[in-house]
């Protein structure tokens, strides 16, 4: 069972929590709670961070928000203590859960599951274990996964204790087929394919964190996401349908949509080159550089020359590292060789996500025209084989899911 920062943000929330999961160990089973900081408290310690130095060493990073699941853990263990319930808290380093040098975005190489087990053989203890953090075997140092990192430590520890079913509890009862907070009409999925929720989280959809889903995939583990506020004592545990959402293999879903979810993504800036070169090492002397400097480029569009000697190549980037690009397009100036650079970063990535595109035409194609309709500019599209994106202006972002949230028959 994994809640998340709103499920924990305060102590008769925990109470909440502590009470869902004396439901579960009553009906019989072992448990493994992974638990987030309580909600606000990790920016919190990120912008204290930031406010002591801007740039602060990554070890001390994560000293410092590792924190916040560390206090999470220990309240809810004395909870559920005084509720009868044996438990005790564990903090990454102490199970231990391995993992790589990267501060700030570390991943999990390795976890032990065998003490969690006895202790369930021997004590029926459940196992509080903070999210969101492991050690680095190395140096002994704390690392942390990343933000959303708990739903990855959660998977993790449900492969590592051959669990029967992972339970991400949130504050929405299941995946929906857009960010229910930005569209009313979107509707709960029953199930939902790990490719398309690898799609949708990726592209946007905060609801769960990227690397979780891709660990679900590799480990089989069935991920189950449902409400933490539901009333513990309404539920029945033995009920194999409570309201939430499944992600399985694509096999166990029956009735497959063309089209399964919208994410969209403001996270995004776009560059573009103005009268590139137009000749052989062009796009090697830009994207280079920008990899050398750690930048993931998204979408690039790049336009055949009419003169035969210059062209434009527009690319995007997060936005986090949009002056970054900037310059370092700028250095590269030289060896490139281009008129001017032109940028925006209040642009939009809104993409469709469905294992269905496999084998149906023109669901793109359907796209473009809608938003054409709804006079959206199109500044860059790319596709897969079961996604497609198109980057906007951030302005229309709401506007263009809802269209092709209806477009697709996806409303209620
Ligand atoms: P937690 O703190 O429990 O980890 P998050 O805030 O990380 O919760 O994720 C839950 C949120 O994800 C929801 O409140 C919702 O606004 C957002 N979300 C975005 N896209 C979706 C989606 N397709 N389905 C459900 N929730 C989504
Ligand atoms: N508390 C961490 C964060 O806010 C991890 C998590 O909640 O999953 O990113
Ligand atoms: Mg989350």
Redesign the pocket.
């Known amino acids: 069972m994994k809640f ?2 709103t499920s924990v943000a305060d102590i008769d929330r925990i109470r909440n929590v502590a009470r869902h999961v004396k439901r579960e160990v009553d009906a019989g089973h072992d448990v493994a709670v992974v638990v ?2 309580m909600a606000g ?3 919190e310690l990120v912008a204290w961070c930031r406010d002591a130095s801007a740039l602060h060493d990554a070890r001390e990073y994560d000293a410092v928000v590792a924190s ?2 560390q206090v999470t853990a220990g309240l809810l263990a004395i909870v559920l203590q005084s509720i009868g319930v044996t438990a005790r808290s564990w903090q990454g380093w102490q199970i231990p859960i391995v993992t790589s040098h990267a501060h700030g975005a570390a991943r999990i190489l390795g976890i032990d599951g065998d003490e969690l087990i006895k202790r369930f053989k021997e004590r029926k203890e459940v196992a509080v274990i903070a ?2 953090q492991g050690i680095h075997k190395e140096s002994g140092r704390v690392t942390t996964l990343g ?5 990855t430590s959660a998977v993790a520890i449900a492969a590592a204790i051959h669990a029967d079913r992972c339970d991400i509890y949130t504050d929405v009862d299941g995946v929906y087929t857009t960010d229910p907070r930005v569209v009313p009409k979107a509707r709960r999925l029953d199930k939902i394919a790990f490719e398309e929720m690898l799609e949708l989280a990726s592209l946007g959809a905060k609801v769960m ?1 990227v690397r979780s889903v891709e660990l679900g995939m590799v480990h089989k583990v069935r991920i189950f996401v449902r409400s933490s506020f539901e009333k513990p004592e309404d539920i029945d545990p033995m009920s194999n349908h409570p309201p939430g959402t499944l992600i399985c293999d694509e096999e166990e879903i029956v009735e497959q949509q063309v089209v399964t979810g919208i994410a969209f993504s403001k996270d995004e800036a776009q560059i573009s080159i103005r009268r590139v070169q137009d000749k052989p090492g062009v796009a090697a002397a830009i994207f280079g550089p920008l990899a050398e400097a750690s930048i993931n480029v998204d979408m690039i569009v790049q336009n055949v020359s009419a003169d035969g000697k210059t062209t434009d190549l527009t690319f995007t980037v997060p936005a986090a590292d949009y002056q970054r690009s900037m310059d370092v397009i700028g250095k590269a100036r030289d060896t490139i060789g281009f008129d001017r650079i032109d940028g925006a970063s209040d642009v939009a990535k809104v993409s469709v996500i469905g294992i269905g595109m496999r084998s149906h035409a023109g669901v793109a194609a359907q796209a473009f025209k809608a938003l054409a309709d709804r006079n959206i500019n199109i500044r860059a599209i790319t596709t897969s084989e079961i996604k497609f994106s198109v980057l906007i202006d951030a302005a229309y972002t709401e506007l263009a899911v809802r269209t092709l949230h209806a477009l697709y028959g996806l409303d209620k």
């Open positions: 998340g920062g987030s900081a408290k990790t920016n916040g699941e999210g969101f933000r959303g990192g708990s739903d964190q």
